[in-house]
């Protein structure tokens, strides 16, 4: 059975930094495409980042240069190194598994956590 | 950068059809994922590659894309499809995933 569990979340001062933890069951990370997806207080879903079966990464503009997504194999582990908070990066954010075919990115979430919620304020 | 927008709300009688669109620049040309979204819960996929249903998923959900619109229609319409629902799809371009704003589902 698929399970993914986020951690880490909590209270940040705005500037500040968190990493969030995603612990994957019943399949394997470094083999998939893995993805975190945000959702702000009463808002819509929000793409953050994913990364790729080959290591490769991507993440949103508005995240871009600040958020980190990796993995540890050895773990089965994903992550998401957050620098910089901004009062707008208050969300619950979800780790999700990509499902993809021969057409690469064009795939959908086929799994997702429960979700860690990230809280920035002074 | 690329953008998908859905009517923020639809209502519909019960044993009624619910029709959701999401509108995109030519987005018949991409393939579209739906998900749907109970409240304190995480979203749950419902139709993929715009009209192919999960496990679990009752036939009464169907999925159409052409041209600027790709639609989720639900027909029989009951309680228990409440929701908001989002569409999802891969924008080639900026290599970003791209969410629409989601439609709440309402039934009457």
């Known amino acids: 059975e698929v399970q993914l569990v986020e951690s880490g979340g909590g209270l940040v001062q705005p500037g500040g930094s968190l990493r969030l933890s995603c612990a994957a069951s019943?399949?394997?990370?470094?083999?998939?495409?893995m993805s975190w997806v945000r959702q702000a207080p009463g808002k819509g879903l929000e793409w953050v980042s994913i990364?790729?079966?080959?290591?490769?990464?991507s993440s949103a503009d508005s995240v871009k240069g600040r958020f980190t997504i990796s993995r540890d194999s050895s773990e089965n582990t994903i992550y998401l190194q957050m620098n910089s908070l901004r009062i707008e990066d208050t969300a619950l954010y979800y780790c999700?598994?990509?499902?993809?075919?021969?057409?690469?990115?064009?795939?959908?979430?086929?799994?997702w956590g429960q979700g860690a919620l990230v809280t920035v304020s002074s | 950068s690329y953008e998908l927008t859905q009517p923020p709300s639809v209502s519909v009688a019960p044993g009624k059809t619910a029709s959701i669109t999401c509108g995109g620049n030519n987005v018949g040309s991409k393939s579209v994922h739906w998900y749907r979204q109970k409240p304190g819960q995480a979203p749950v996929l419902v139709m993929y590659y715009d009209s192919d249903r999960p496990s679990g998923i009752p036939e009464r959900f169907s999925g159409s894309n052409s041209g600027n619109t790709a639609t989720l229609t639900i027909s029989r319409v009951e309680a228990g499809d409440e929701g908001d629902y989002f569409c999802q799809v891969w924008d080639s371009s900026s290599e970003h995933q791209v969410f629409g704003g989601g439609t709440k589902l309402t039934v009457l």
């Open positions: 990364i790729y079966r080959d290591g490769k990464t």
């Open positions: 019943g399949f394997t990370v470094s083999l998939n495409y």
């Open positions: 999700a598994k990509f499902y993809y075919d021969s057409n690469g990115p064009v795939g959908y979430f086929d799994y």
